[in-house]
């Protein structure tokens, strides 16, 4: 089916769930009032991103005011949105709710963690364990976060559970400076958004954030990209945003018959050679 999406493209205060709750608040109302159906919010929006200690503080379990909260806003526009999940057993995790019509239809815990660079998420935080499709108004769809996406058995995975629009949420700061001077994180991801969506015949809804944490820039740039891998629209850089977009299901359609990846693909053929290297591997 067609619908409207809008990526709301906030500036979470790091630490401030009661802030950060009102500002997903309000633009969940700006997305209403904009006739969308769907609204997604970058990672952690509710807590922001280098939390470090902080971590236990902050983290929500699933029946918190807070999340209950989000249910009742879902029956108004569905909603994606990022924060950190306290499990029963006293884990925490980088986690993504997907909310609708009042009820939690999804929850995905990012698996990659990354270690790297400005990032140190795995001293904090547990990972998550699988990748799995789910069903919705809009479709079948699967969630990632962030570093999920860089991984390309990731989204491979939920395309061949059969979601046809991947939904990513991120939190990318500005790193490097590409030859044409422009920022390294905004070239890098717009070519690996534009592949994924153009190999897997698949939409891509980009959700990142803005802001400044601990003097790191999050550069913002959220974008929907087309099955055919090309751009549908872009949101601004740097600056907060609420970028609007219609999806227009005969796209996927035309996609699909133009270029039958997914059809074609052999999950037969890579479950093989995947238990051969596992087995080569463990010899």
Known sequence: ?????????????????????????????????????????????????????????????????????????SRHIAVAVGFVEASDDYRFFNSALYLEGGEIRHIHRKVYLPTY????????????????????????????????????????????????????????????????????????????????????????LYCNRVGYEDGVNFWGGSEVIAPSGSLAARATLFDEDLLLARIDEGALRRERIFSPMMRDENLFVTMNEMRRIEQERNC
């Open 117 to 204: 660079g400005l990032f140190d998420e795995q001293r904090y935080l547990a990972r998550g364990e699988r990748f799995r499709a789910f069903n919705a108004r809009f479709g079948r769809m699967g969630m990632l976060i962030c570093e999920d996406m860089w991984h390309l058995s990731a989204p491979y995975i939920l395309a061949m559970d059969g979601a046809t629009t991947l939904v990513c949420l991120s939190s990318s700061p500005g790193r490097g400076i590409t030859e044409d001077e422009s920022l390294g994180s905004t070239a890098a991801w717009q070519k690996l958004t534009s592949t994924t969506a153009m190999f897997l015949n698949c939409r891509v």
């Open 1 to 73: 089916m067609d619908f409207t999406v809008a990526l709301a493209q906030i500036k979470p205060k790091l630490g401030c769930l009661a802030d950060n709750c009102a500002l997903v608040e309000t633009a969940m109302e700006r997305g209403i009032d904009g006739k969308a159906d769907l609204i997604v919010f970058p990672e952690l929006a509710l807590t922001g991103y280098f939390l470090k200690d902080l971590v236990p503080e902050v983290a929500l379990r699933l029946d918190s005011p807070q999340i209950v909260r989000l249910r009742e806003l």
